[in-house]
């Protein structure tokens, strides 16, 4: 998420004042944000997946994966 604000911040910054461009670009943003909350929040919050249980306190996910038959043993993968 910082990394994200850093991009919006410095490409809010390439654009003029008061100009369309910057006020595109902040529409831009605003809706990557919002894109962005979504797609956590439908991946996450549901507990039909299962996935709040994988969150780790930073906010990354430790995912169990299957390495390869139906009944072989789980691999944990950190997703950041």
């Not at 902040?26 to 956590?40: D, P």
């Amino acid at each position: 998420m910082e990394k994200f604000e850093i991009a919006a911040r410095e490409l809010e910054d390439m654009a003029p004042h008061f100009s369309q461009l910057k006020e595109d670009i902040l529409k831009i943003v605003k809706w990557c944000r919002y894109y962005v909350t979504a797609c956590l929040y439908w991946t996450l919050e549901p507990r039909r997946y299962g996935m709040m249980k994988c969150a780790n306190n930073d906010g990354t996910l430790s995912l169990p994966l299957r390495s390869g038959g139906l009944y072989d043993d789980y691999e944990i993968i950190d997703c950041v």
